[in-house]
C-alpha cells in the first residue's frame, strides 16, 4: 500500500528563511503527487502537483517541489518565508499504477511557523 | 461558484446518536469524496462517488457509516450509534474526471467538526 512521510511535524523559520517541508513516498512506480496547504478553519487547498512532466513543479504562492525518484522524495520549497505562509502542510500520494484507485493518501502534515 | 459547501460545520452530540453530514460539491465536478482528519493526522480515505455510484469504500467505513449520493450531486454521510472515537473533522472533496484518466485534483471543503460526548 501506499505511504508517505512527512519528516518533521512542526517546523519554525525566521520571515525571509528558507522553508524546507519533507515529504518521501513508497512506491515502486512513480505515483502522482501533491502538496496541499490547511489554513485553520479552512479546507484544504493544493499547492502544486507532479503527473511525470517535468520534475521542478512550480506552485502557488512561490511554493516548488523537486521530484526525485531515486530518494524518492517530494520536499517543499520557497526561497523566502512570509508570515502568511504559516499553516499546515500535507503531502499526498496517489497510485498510478493501480490504474483505478482514485485515493490520496496523505502523511501527517507539518505545521509552519513564521517568526517575524 | 462558491466551491464545496458542508453543513454544519460543527456538532456535538451524545454517545449513541445518530449524525448526518451534507456535502454540495463544485456543480460541474462528477466526482465527491469524503476523507476523516483526526488531530495530528492527515486526512484518510473513506469513500469516493463517481456521479451517484459507490466506487471504493475505505475499511475505516464500518457498517456504523453510511454515505450517499443519490443524484450524483450532493452527498450525506450519516454515523448511526455515534462512540467517542468518531469525533474528527469530516472532510468532503470533489473533482471532475474519468476513472484513472490521471492525476486527480480535489477541491476541499472547509469540513464539518464531530464531537461526541
Known amino acids: 500500500a501506499q505511504s508517505v512521510t512527512q519528516l518533521g511535524s512542526h517546523v519554525s523559520v525566521s520571515e525571509g528563511a528558507l522553508v524546507l517541508l519533507r515529504c518521501n513516498y513508497s512506491?515502486?512506480?512513480?505515483?502522482?503527487l501533491f502538496w496541499y496547504v490547511q489554513y485553520p478553519n479552512q479546507g484544504l487547498q493544493l499547492l502544486l502537483k507532479y503527473t511525470s512532466a517535468a520534475t521542478l513543479v512550480k506552485g502557488i504562492n512561490g511554493f516548488e517541489a523537486e521530484f526525485k525518484k531515486s530518494e524518492t522524495s517530494f520536499h517543499l520549497t520557497k526561497p523566502s518565508a512570509h508570515m502568511s505562509d504559516a499553516a499546515e502542510y500535507f503531502c499526498a500520494v496517489s497510485d498510478r499504477a493501480q490504474g483505478g484507485s482514485e485515493k490520496l493518501v496523505f502523511g501527517k502534515g507539518t505545521k509552519l511557523t513564521v517568526n517575524p | 461558484d462558491t466551491g464545496v459547501s458542508q453543513d454544519p460545520r460543527h456538532k456535538i452530540t451524545k454517545r449513541g446518536q445518530n449524525v448526518t453530514f451534507r456535502c454540495d460539491p463544485i456543480s460541474e465536478h462528477n466526482r465527491l469524496y469524503w476523507y476523516r482528519q483526526t488531530l495530528g493526522q492527515g486526512p484518510e480515505f473513506l469513500t469516493y462517488f463517481q456521479n451517484e455510484a459507490q466506487l471504493e469504500k475505505s475499511r475505516l467505513l464500518s457498517d456504523r457509516f453510511s454515505a450517499e449520493r443519490p443524484k450524483g450531486s450532493f452527498s450525506t454521510l450519516e454515523i448511526q450509534r455515534t462512540e467517542q472515537g468518531d469525533s474528527a473533522m469530516y472532510l468532503c472533496?470533489?473533482?471532475?474526471?474519468?476513472?484513472?484518466?490521471?492525476?486527480?485534483?480535489?477541491?476541499f471543503g472547509a469540513g464539518s467538526r464531530l464531537t461526541v460526548l
Open positions: 472533496a470533489s473533482s471532475f474526471g474519468d476513472r484513472g484518466a490521471g492525476a486527480n485534483v480535489l477541491t
Open positions: 512506491s515502486s512506480v512513480p505515483p502522482y
